[in-house]
């Protein structure tokens, strides 16, 4: 029976080419964008599950309090996976990782090579017993073993040698010190937040020798053992945080804890810009499935229109099959197996259309789509479910109004189909809120992205260039910059700890000097010109000068150095930035003195308020060099300052990364929710405005006689098009008034997320609702006009 039903199916599948195309391309673009949004989804979701037991590995965060102000810091002391491993029988394992990376890059020498890697990290020789990534070359028992050892990832070693085996042995140099390359891995893979490309073994570093409870600089993680009680074990850390810090916390005044979360949240936090990789907010893959839901369900509305629309041409064969015998349950049947094959139909060409998709969604997302979990049993198992839901939910409502049909007046051409006008057009209504709603949220992420490039940080960001700065470059880098000064290739250079645009340093200001408050502060370490180069507003006090020591060389002469800091601190101080000149603070190593008081500037994510910052000369902390590049043509002075520093540095690599280009860069995961958003409010308009073309098909139709009459009695395509789209207008009146309150709810819950954010005019609700409203004008003048164009007297006959 359903053989023959799936055979008479695709003979009036082929016959009606037209619907059956607009259907399939309907529920395809609806489908294609459903599957590409699940396996980003399940791409996001499945971050850190690939290791053996993730479900028992953990990494550890360290947070402080001071004067009732908590921070948390996702890095740690050296010394804390010792004594997890030596005083805890609940940790089965544990490993260190140390980030260089967040610091600084690494020159990498070698036969014919000479390159600057950005992601280097030391790793302990338990790192292949927590993180089991497969070992392609060398001994898991002997790689990290020992000082100065790496493993290289597959995709480097293929990089410096060709293949994995003949890099084994080899000498590399690393920022001047010899390692000897022990073993290849695997590459890690784009579901895991660990990622480098290169890790040296960890006791090279003095923390892996000799690890200490300070500074908080290294991650940590530990594998738990199998039913260990987690409120006993979080009982136990705050033990040993009294044990080692007790005196320290007294003395001080401040709170240090250890808390431990699951390896495999951490990419589900937030777009924080200190982790390995950025994290993704949770909340936007809540939102991109509502998103694949919405369209799934509007292509079904699509269909069921079109199907309602051509319902009125199969009266004919729905009143003939009728009398020839056929029941309601065998009707029903032949519909939905039509529906069935439209769907199985638009689910084989969205597969193929995905292949040709990936490298596009790939360059969208961040995130290629692994295809091939569509042909794993667990894929095809999803496929046939959405091939049932689809093709039964499009398919119910038309069978069901196709198989009522009274046989005698189905062949009249008497029948009045379905009766479900109310049901029809609330499918309109639904889909046009959905298509009005996703534009409104466009225009929203826009605007605030538009904001955030076009805010005043406080600082100069254009011209601004940072190189990288290593402290071997020490003896000559002043005879660098003098040379840039001299040849007019800048108008300013300064050493720096880091780019302006995320500064990560953290300290405390205590008690003892001119405050009686203790505050959690953000220190920058740069040179004497550091404020010149910025160009930072000074409220009050005076610029640092060549003849301010530095706060190491202060320390070393027992005589206090020189700050500035930023309104925040002195008004969390309680001063005012006049009484703050010459104040005396401490910040832990010795009483600095306050020089002068700046203008706020935005040192981090506009996602988190401005907090207090502390600036200090200290050279000796600098990982980049910032230049300010005369106006002109950036190539040109980026061309000569090569020429300077390779006559300066021919061993270090000349890189550069311009810091408004690296600014733009920290918002990135919001520029793709703000793509993705317009590709798919985009997608789902067309959708709509398909399915409102099936309506206005039904409705036309419907009216064909009184259409052909009003032609006759002298009604122009002006006067048709006004009596068809009165209908239609107050639908989407409707839809519009929906979308207006979930923008309003959108903009007041997205916009959450940043401590600076922009407004949100009327205009945007006004714009998203006038395109959505021309377009699906431009849809049902289209269709008016091919009902208009046909001869009435044919009609009328016919009647």
């Not at 260190?96 to 070698?110: K, Y």
């Not at 490309?197 to 738990?224: C, I, Q, V």
């Not at 300010?628 to 000569?640: D, S």
């Not at 550069?656 to 929710?673: G, L």
């Amino acid at each position: 029976m359903w053989k023959n039903y799936f055979k008479i199916s695709f003979r009036n599948l082929k016959k009606r080419k037209l619907y059956t195309g607009i259907n399939v391309l309907g529920l395809s673009i609806a489908i294609v964008s459903f599957l590409a949004i699940s396996l980003y989804i399940y791409h996001e979701w499945s971050f850190d599950r690939m290791y053996t037991d993730y479900q028992r590995i953990y990494k550890f965060n360290q947070e402080f309090v001071s004067n009732g102000e908590t921070q948390t810091v996702q890095s740690t002391p050296s010394m804390l996976v010792p004594v997890l491993l030596e005083e805890f029988e609940e940790v089965e394992t544990a490993t260190l990782v140390f980030d260089l990376s967040m610091f600084s890059s690494v020159v990498v020498e070698g036969d014919d090579l000479l390159v600057e890697e950005d992601r280097f990290a030391f790793v302990d020789e338990r790192f292949f017993e927590v993180f089991d990534f497969e070992l392609l070359a060398g001994s898991i028992e002997k790689v990290l073993t020992e000082p100065n050892q790496l493993v290289l990832p597959f995709s480097t070693a293929s990089r410096y040698y060709g293949n994995a085996i003949d890099a084994l042995g080899k000498s590399l140099k690393v920022d001047g010190a010899e390692y000897v390359v022990t073993g290849v891995m695997e590459d890690f893979p784009s579901n895991s937040h660990l990622d480098f490309d290169l890790l040296g073994s960890f006791k090279t570093h003095r923390h892996g020798r000799n690890p200490e409870w300070m500074p908080s600089n290294y991650l940590s993680y530990a594998k738990l053992k199998s039913g260990i009680d987690h409120a006993l074990f979080q009982e136990k850390i705050s033990q040993m945080v009294e044990k080692y810090f007790g005196e320290m916390q007294r003395s001080y005044g401040f709170k240090t804890a250890f808390h431990y979360q699951p390896v495999s949240s951490i990419h589900l936090g937030n777009s924080a810009p200190n982790g390995i990789k950025p994290a993704v907010d949770v909340k936007n893959l809540y939102i991109f499935g509502l998103i694949a839901l919405l369209l799934i369900l509007i292509g079904v509305i699509n269909y069921i229109n079109l199907a309602t629309a051509e319902a009125t041409e199969r009266n004919k064969e729905v009143g003939m099959r009728k009398i020839l015998g056929a029941n309601r349950k065998q009707l029903f049947g032949q519909f939905v197996s039509e529906s069935f094959l439209l769907t199985l139909s638009a689910i084989i060409f969205s597969i193929t259309l995905l292949y040709f998709l990936n490298p596009f969604f790939e360059n969208l997302s961040g995130v290629g789509l692994q295809l091939d979990l569509i042909f794993t049993p667990i894929g095809m198992l999803f496929l046939s479910i959405l091939l049932l839901g689809i093709g039964f939910l499009s398919g119910f409502y038309p069978s069901l109004i196709l198989s009522r049909m009274e046989p005698l007046k189905a062949l009249g051409k008497q029948t009045k189909i379905g009766g479900g006008a109310w049901l029809r057009k609330s499918l309109v209504v639904f889909q046009f809120f959905v298509s009005i709603s996703l534009l409104i949220a466009t225009l929203i992420v826009h605007r605030q992205l538009q904001y955030m490039q076009e805010v005043n940080l406080g600082y100069e960001r254009e011209e601004l260039i940072a190189m990288g700065y290593h402290y071997r470059m020490g003896k000559s880098i002043d005879s660098f910059q003098n040379e840039l000064m001299r040849q007019g290739l800048v108008q300013s250079a300064s050493l720096a700890a880091d780019m302006p645009i995320f500064i990560k340093a953290g300290y405390r200001i205590f008690p003892g000097g001119d405050n009686q408050k203790e505050i959690m502060i953000t220190g920058y370490s740069g040179d004497h010109s550091i404020v010149q180069t910025l160009g930072l507003n000074l409220l009050a006090g005076n610029d640092f000068v060549e003849s301010d020591l530095s706060r190491s060389q202060a320390s070393e002469s027992n005589i206090h150095n020189y700050c500035m800091l930023n309104e925040a601190a002195v008004a969390e101080l309680g001063w005012t930035p006049q009484q703050a000149i010459g104040k005396k603070v401490d910040f832990g190593g010795g009483l600095s003195e306050v020089k002068a008081v700046i203008g706020n500037f935005y040192f981090n994510s506009l996602h988190h308020q401005v907090g207090p910052l502390a600036i200090f000369i200290d050279p000796d902390n600098a990982n980049v060099i910032l230049a300010r590049l005369p106006k002109g043509i950036p190539a040109y002075f980026l061309t000569e300052i090569e020429k300077n520093w390779t006559a300066l540095f021919p061993d270090r690599p000349f890189t550069y990364k311009f810091v408004d280009q690296e600014y733009a860069s920290m918002y990135r995961a919001e520029e793709r929710i703000g793509t993705i958003f317009s590709l798919f409010a985009g997608i789902a308009v067309f959708i709509a405005c398909m399915g409102l073309f099936g309506l206005v098909s039904y409705v036309a139709l419907r009216r064909t006689r009184e259409i052909s009459i009003r032609k006759v009695l002298g009604a122009g395509t002006s006067d048709v098009l006004k009596m068809l789209s009165a209908d239609f207008f107050a639908l989407l009146l409707v839809s519009a008034l929906l979308a207006v309150s979930f923008g309003i709810w959108f903009s007041g819950n997205w916009l959450s997320d940043f401590a600076y954010k922009t407004t949100v005019p009327a205009w945007i609700y006004i714009v998203a609702i006038a395109l959505v409203f021309l377009i699906s004008m431009l849809t049902v003048g289209y269709r008016t006009m091919k009902v208009f164009a046909q001869n009435p007297v044919s009609n009328l006959k016919e009647d």
